[in-house]
């Protein structure tokens, strides 16, 4: 479940009940704290364009002016959309030593209304998609892939660079003229101890913003999952 942290009525036919991105728990839980990049979208349009970096900015105006880039944003994506979402990903996982999209929740945020994607194409060739969970105000970045390693030539990867930042830009826009309070980056760490870590959220930092506190848990709501809460636990596995 994202962004609620009350028990569903009637309660899901599952073991295990997860949830994710809650800013403001009530309830009492064994909640885990992290730190997500969210933006203000009740803020006017300049004002968000102002308030990102000056390399953002730049390669934004430079992929609205130079780049011809289609972009497209499914509110609604229909199954053949998130196949067309997950496959681009899967392939983009695979060249990062990622683990593979979870399909099945995919179709089941598309059924229930939560899953927006976007996708920024160059001459009909996809070149980055983003995948986000909308709701109760707020939008967050799930996923986002771009295949920017297939390509030798350096013009080339350097524009697939500016789309998704001009995709991000876009879904901003989106974002806010739906309605949205919060457009989110998702996680960040601003200790940032290894390389990787440092840079993803430099660039997250980059669309302006801040910290804002988000928590996870995950519930057993049977003997079953008790079991299986216990077994991960034992393994390390992160709930």
């Known amino acids: 479940m994202y962004f609620e942290d009350a028990l569903p009525e009637p309660l899901p036919r599952v073991d295990l009940l ?7 728990p009530r309830s009492e839980r064994p909640w885990k704290r992290r730190n997500t990049l969210s933006v203000d979208m009740t803020l006017p349009e300049d004002e968000l364009m102002r308030q990102m970096g000056k390399n953002n900015r730049y390669k934004v105006r430079r992929a609205m002016s130079r780049d011809s880039l289609e972009v497209q944003t499914f509110e609604s994506p229909t199954p053949q959309a998130v196949v067309e979402f997950a496959d681009y990903y899967d392939e983009f996982a695979g060249s990062k030593s990622l683990r593979p ?7 089941a945020m598309a059924k229930s209304g939560m899953l927006v994607l976007s996708r920024a194409s160059s001459d009909g060739e996809p070149l980055v998609w983003h995948a986000y969970a ?9 996923y986002s892939a771009s295949l920017f390693r297939r390509y030798e030539d350096s013009s080339v990867r350097n524009m697939v660079g500016r789309a998704n930042r001009f995709l991000h830009w876009h ?13 989110d980056l ?6 940032g101890e290894d390389e990787e870590t440092r840079r993803v959220t430099d660039f997250k930092l980059g669309f302006g913003g801040g910290p ?11 003997a079953k999952g008790r079991l ?9 596995v992160d709930l």
């Open 134 to 142: 909308a709701g109760s105000r707020q939008a967050l970045l799930m």
């Open 101 to 107: 999209v979870f399909r099945p929740r995919l179709y």
């Open 228 to 236: 299986a809460k216990l077994a991960l636990g034992v393994r390390r």
């Open 186 to 191: 998702g996680g960040i760490n601003l200790a």
């Open 212 to 222: 804002r506190p988000s928590y996870t848990c995950t519930t057993a709501l049977t």
């Open 171 to 183: 879904d901003m826009l989106w974002c806010r003229n739906a309605g949205y309070a919060f457009y």
């Open 18 to 24: 997860r949830f994710l991105a809650v800013h403001e």
